[in-house]
C-alpha cells in the first residue's frame, strides 16, 4: 500500500531518520511502534507530505507519493484538536471539502457517521460545548469521512476513554475488513498488540525489525513454555524460570533449548500435566532483547 | 472545483464576519466616529448657565467694564467693602463668583497680577477662570506699557495678521496652482494613519487566528490535507478581504451619517464642528480656507496617483506585516510569549507615525525619502508624502522594493511557518527561528 526506501529526515544535523526501508502491506493493520522520539511522527508527516524527506523515495502503491494522493489519506495526529468556536457539523463538512470532497457528498456521509456513532445531536453545537469525549468522536470522524485507502493513527488512544477506546477499535476493524489499510503509530507497544498484524519497530530512526507480527515473535522465540500441573514439580534451576500457585494448580515458567517433548511425555504419564504452552515474546520483550542484542538475522 | 485557498479564504471570512463582535465594532466605530466630529460642535453651541461675578475691584482695574451676556460683573465699592466683607457678601447674595483684585502699594501690575483671588460658591469652571485671566492680561498689559509711557492705541495698530497667497510653479507658462498645502496635509496624514491602523489592526489578528489554530491543535489535521503556505495564504487573504469590508461599510456609515446630520438635524452646526474637531485629532486644521480656494487646491492634487498609491500601500503594506505575524505566530504557543518578538516587527510603524510630522514639513527631505524607500516604513511615509506631488521614479522604486520584499517576507515567513506551527512547548529564540530557515 504504501513503502519507504532509504528515507532520510535530519533536523538540524539531528537525525530523525535514517536509511529507513519501510512497507506496510495493502489491507494489514501495521503497528509502527517505538519509543518516544524514534521517528515515527516524522516518518508518519513524511507519508502526509507535511514534511518532505531530505533524500529516499516513498511509494503509494506502486507509484511516487503525489500530492493528489492526501485525498486517499485519512490522518489523526498525535496533537490533534478543532477549532473551538466552530459549529460540529460546519467543521466537519469544512474538514471533508479541504479533502476534496463535494459539498453534498460531504454532508450526506458526515449524517450517516453522526447517526451511526450516535452523535446527531452535536450538529450544531460548538465544539468548546462538547465533551473530550464527543470531541474525539468527531475528530475520529473527520479523520474517515472522505474514505481513505489509507489510515494513519498516531498515538490514537492516549486520550481516549475507554469506552469511545472500543469503539472505535471496533470501527477501525470495520473499515479494515472493508478494505482500508490502518497505521497505528505508538510508543505504548502492549496496546496495539492484540490488533496489529503487522508491525515495524523503529529505534533512533532506524528500522529494528519489520514483518507480520507472529512471524517476527516466532523468530525471537527464546524456548519458552508455560506449564500448569496438578502437583509442584521439580527441575533444575536452569530450566525453571519461576512458579506459582493457582487455585487450579501449579503454573511454572520453563526454559529449554530445544522442544521438550519427554519431559510433557512424563507429566502425562503422571497425569498431572493440566496445561501447556509455548510462550511467544512480547512485542515490548522483542524490543528489549534487539536493544540490548541487535537484531537476529 | 474546491479550491482549498478558496475554502480557507470562505472560512477565514465567514467565522469572522458572523461573529458578534463583528457586527458590533462595525456599527459602533462609526457612531463614534460621527460623535467625535459633531459632539465639539454640539457642546459648543449648547447655551450655558449665565453666571454673575462680584467683583471687589480696589485698583479701579477692571471698572468699567461690564463683562458678557454669560459672565455680567458687577462691582462693589472698596470703600464699603474689604475681602472678608465681600466673601460674607457673596455667601448671602444670589451672586455665583467673587473676584478680588487688590491694589497693594503703588499700584505695582505685577504686584496686582499675583495677588488678586478667584472665590466661587461651586467649583469654578475652566472657562469662567479663563474668561477672566482673559480680561485681567489685557487690562494689565495695558496698564504696563501706559506705565513705559507707550500709548496702547499704537501697540494695538502695530499688531498685524498676515496670510499670505501661496503657490506651486509649474514648468509651462499659466500653469501656477494655488498651493494646497494645508490639504494636501491633511490628506497624506490622514492617508498614513488609516494604513497603520489596518495594518496594525488586521496583521495582529492574522497572527491571532495562527495561535488560535496552533493551540487547539487543529493545525495538524488541516496541513495533512493543504500546503502551510496555502493555509497561510488564505488566512492573510481571509482577513484581509474582512478588513475590507470592514471599511467600506465604516466608509459607507460615515457617509450617510455625516449627510444625513448634516443636511437635516444640525446644517450650520457642522461649519463650526468641523474645525472644532480637527485641531483635536492632531491633523492640520484646515477649516480656516475659503471655499473657492479649496475647490482649486483640490484640483492640484493628483488624485488617481494618490488613490492608487492609498491602495497599493494598503494591500502592500498589510500583506508584508501580516506575512510577518503568520511566522511570529506560528513561532509561539500563546499570545503572551508574543512581545518580545512584536517589538522589533512593529518599530518600523511606529517610527513611520512618530516622524510623520517631519516627513509632512518636509515631504522631499532626506528623511522623507529613506523612509519612504525602506519597504517597513514605505507604505505609511510614502503615502504622507503622495499628496505632495513627488517625483514618479520615487513612487515607483518605493513600490518596486515594496513588492520584492513582499516575496522574499513571504518566503522566509512561509519557511518559519512551516516547522513553527508543528512546534509545540518550545521556547523560542530568534536563534532558534534562524535555524528553522534551513528544515
Known amino acids: 500500500m504504501i513503502s519507504a526506501k532509504k528515507v532520510s529526515k535530519h533536523y538540524n544535523k539531528k537525525v530523525a531518520l535514517d536509511q529507513v526501508d519501510l512497507s506496510i502491506p495493502k489491507g494489514s493493520i ?47 495526529p498525535e496533537e490533534r484538536g478543532l477549532y473551538k468556536k466552530m459549529k460540529v457539523g460546519e467543521q466537519v463538512l469544512y474538514l471533508a471539502k479541504l479533502k476534496g470532497l463535494t459539498s453534498p457528498e460531504a454532508k450526506q456521509r458526515a449524517r450517516s457517521w453522526f447517526e451511526r456513532l450516535d452523535m446527531v445531536s452535536f450538529w450544531d453545537k460548538k465544539v468548546e460545548d462538547l465533551s473530550k469525549g464527543m470531541a474525539q468522536k468527531v475528530q475520529f470522524v473527520t479523520t474517515v469521512l472522505h474514505e481513505p485507502e489509507l489510515l494513519i493513527f498516531d498515538e490514537p488512544f492516549t486520550g481516549f476513554d475507554p469506552i469511545n477506546t472500543n469503539l472505535i477499535k471496533k470501527e477501525i476493524k470495520r473499515l479494515n475488513s472493508e478494505g482500508a489499510t490502518v497505521i497505528f503509530s505508538t510508543h ?52 525453571l524460570v519461576s512458579n506459582e500457585k493457582l487455585h487450579t494448580g501449579y503454573s511454572s515458567i520453563l526454559k529449554f533449548d530445544e522442544y521438550p517433548s519427554e519431559v510433557i511425555i512424563d507429566l502425562a504419564k503422571r497425569e498431572i500435566l493440566v496445561g501447556f504452552e509455548e510462550v511467544l515474546p512480547s512485542v515490548g520483550d522483542i524490543f528489549i532483547d534487539i536493544v540490548e542484542n541487535g537484531p537476529k538475522a | ?70 459672565y455680567a460683573l458687577d462691582y462693589l465699592n472698596p470703600t464699603e467693602f474689604d475681602l472678608e466683607l465681600a466673601k460674607e457678601f457673596l455667601r448671602n447674595s444670589e451672586k455665583d463668583a467673587l473676584l478680588y483684585i487688590p491694589s497693594g502699594e503703588g499700584w505695582d501690575p505685577d504686584f496686582i497680577r499675583k495677588n488678586m483671588l478667584l472665590f466661587g460658591k461651586e467649583d469654578i469652571s475652566i472657562d469662567l477662570q479663563r474668561f477672566i485671566e482673559n480680561l485681567l492680561e489685557e487690562r494689565i498689559n495695558k496698564q504696563k506699557l501706559l506705565r513705559q509711557g507707550v500709548d496702547p492705541d499704537v501697540v494695538a495698530q502695530a499688531k498685524t495678521s498676515v496670510s499670505i497667497r501661496s503657490f506651486t510653479l509649474g514648468e509651462e507658462e499659466g500653469s501656477e496652482e494655488t498651493s494646497a498645502t494645508p490639504l494636501k496635509m491633511g490628506l497624506g496624514y490622514i492617508a498614513g494613519m488609516l494604513i497603520y491602523f489596518f495594518i496594525f489592526f488586521y496583521s495582529v489578528q492574522v497572527m491571532r487566528g495562527v495561535i488560535e489554530e496552533k493551540t487547539s491543535r487543529i493545525v495538524e489535521v488541516i496541513i495533512s490535507s493543504v500546503r502551510p503556505y496555502q493555509l497561510m495564504l ?38 463650526q464642528s468641523a474645525g472644532a474637531g480637527a485641531p483635536g485629532m492632531g491633523a492640520p486644521d484646515v477649516s480656516n480656507i475659503e471655499g473657492l480656494q479649496i475647490f482649486d487646491m483640490i484640483r492640484s492634487i493628483n488624485f488617481p496617483l494618490v488613490l492608487g498609491g492609498f491602495a497599493f500601500y494598503f494591500f502592500g503594506g498589510y500583506f508584508l506585516y501580516s506575512a510577518l505575524f503568520a511566522a511570529l505566530g506560528s513561532a509561539i504557543d500563546q499570545e503572551a510569549d508574543s512581545q518580545q518578538f512584536m517589538l522589533p516587527v512593529t518599530a518600523p510603524m511606529i517610527i513611520a507615525i512618530v516622524t510623520a510630522m517631519n516627513i509632512i514639513q518636509e515631504p522631499n527631505g532626506t528623511l522623507a525619502f529613506w523612509m519612504s524607500m525602506f519597504p517597513l516604513t ?17 513612487v515607483f522604486l518605493s513600490g518596486a522594493i515594496l513588492i520584492g520584499t513582499f516575496f522574499a517576507v513571504v518566503g522566509i515567513a512561509g519557511k518559519i511557518y512551516r516547522v513553527g506551527i508543528l512546534m509545540y512547548g518550545k521556547k523560542v529564540t530568534w536563534k532558534e527561528l534562524y535555524k528553522w530557515l534551513k528544515y
Open chain 2, 1 to 70: 472545483m474546491n479550491s482549498p485557498i478558496l475554502l480557507i479564504i470562505q472560512r477565514e471570512f465567514l467565522t469572522r464576519v458572523r461573529k458578534k463582535t463583528f457586527l458590533l465594532v462595525t456599527l459602533i466605530a462609526p457612531v463614534l466616529f460621527a460623535a467625535l466630529m459633531i459632539v465639539p460642535g454640539l457642546l459648543a453651541s449648547m447655551p450655558e448657565e449665565n453666571k454673575q461675578i462680584v467683583v471687589l475691584d480696589e485698583p479701579s482695574l477692571l471698572l468699567p467694564e461690564v463683562g458678557t451676556e454669560q
Open chain 2, 378 to 394: 514605505s507604505p505609511i511615509s510614502m503615502m504622507i508624502r503622495l499628496p505632495f506631488g513627488i517625483p514618479i521614479w520615487q
Open chain 2, 234 to 271: 488564505g488566512k492573510i487573504l481571509g482577513i484581509g478581504l474582512v478588513g475590507v469590508v470592514q471599511f467600506l461599510i465604516w466608509i459607507i456609515l460615515c457617509t450617510t451619517i455625516y449627510g444625513v446630520v448634516s443636511t437635516f438635524v444640525f446644517p450650520d452646526l457642522l461649519a
Open chain 1, 30 to 76: 501495521y503497528g509502527l511502534l517505538g519509543p518516544n522520539g524514534a521517528g515515527k511522527t516524522s516518518f508518519i508527516r513524511i507519508m502526509n507530505q507535511i514534511t518532505a524527506p531530505d533524500s529516499g523515495e516513498v511509494y503509494f502503491g506502486d507509484e511516487l507519493l503525489q500530492p493528489r494522493d492526501i485525498a486517499r489519506i485519512g490522518y489523526l
Open chain 1, 188 to 239: 505504548r507497544m502492549e496496546s496495539v498488540e492484540e490488533i496489529c498484524d503487522h508491525i515495524g519497530l523503529i529505534n533512533n530512526g532506524q528500522v529494528m525489525v519489520e514483518g507480520p507480527l507472529l512471524d517476527i515473535r516466532k523468530k525471537y522465540k527464546s524456548g519458552t513454555y508455560s506449564v500448569v500441573t496438578k502437583e509442584p514439580i521439580e527441575f533444575n534451576n536452569e530450566a
